[in-house]
């Protein structure tokens, strides 16, 4: 007999093996029976609660949007309503640990990967990037006005870019030296001096609590 409860612990088992072994094989090649071994478990047991590889791949896809999605909420709850702030949290939310570490960043560069074949995999992305862009549109209309859309679309870029060079470097991901370098290449798009820069998202944090997108993740 099954015990009662055992469910929802194997499933998040077995989806973290899963961002953990595509994370560190930087591919999709990489069979049930790999990744139930590293949750412990048989790989009769991950074909029960998932089916086909896809689903468990798309479980963890989901995963990895949750984790990011509730850093974010964090950060704009912390930031309030100051638009410099929000952008901060919301560029910090990507370089935070549990999203800037090594099996994160390759688990995020095989998503995209199998959201060109899967459409349920590009209809998650999509939805990440949808949010993306309205979060950052929305803390940017204040200081870029009728530029807003045109420079959340770079920034959007060039936190994909961060995310592809982490991915294809070796040791661990400096996520503070991303953060700064996103941060600064949105003071140069708003023609601020480095002192007006967005505050770095773990700073504001630590002045107004916890760090969230435009409230709306």
Do not use: C
Request: charged share 20%.
């Amino acid at each position: 007999m099954p015990k009662l409860g055992m469910e929802p612990i194997r499933r998040a088992a077995l989806v973290k093996a899963t961002i953990e072994a595509i994370g560190r094989a930087g591919t999709l090649d990489v069979t049930v029976g790999q990744i139930a071994r590293a949750a412990g478990m048989s790989s009769a047991l991950a074909h029960h609660y998932f089916g086909a590889k896809e689903a468990l791949f798309l479980a963890a896809m989901r995963q990895v949007l949750a984790d990011y999605g509730a850093a974010v909420r964090a950060g704009l709850r912390a930031a309030g309503s100051d638009p410099r702030a929000r952008l901060g949290a919301i560029v910090a939310a990507g370089f935070e640990p549990r999203n800037f570490r090594r099996e994160a960043v390759g688990a995020w560069l095989t998503f995209y990967m199998l959201a060109q074949s899967v459409p349920g995999a590009r209809r998650l992305l999509g939805i990440y990037q949808r949010r993306l862009a309205s979060n950052l549109v929305h803390a940017l209309r204040p200081l870029a006005g009728a530029r807003a859309e045109a420079v959340a679309g770079r920034l959007g870029a060039m936190i994909d870019g961060v995310y592809l060079r982490e991915a294809l470097g070796e040791g661990p991901p400096d996520g503070a030296a991303a953060e700064a370098a996103v941060l600064a290449h949105l003071a140069a798009e708003l023609g601020a001096g480095p002192g007006a820069a967005p505050a770095a998202g773990r700073a504001a944090g630590a002045a107004a609590g916890p760090p969230g997108p435009g409230g709306r993740q």
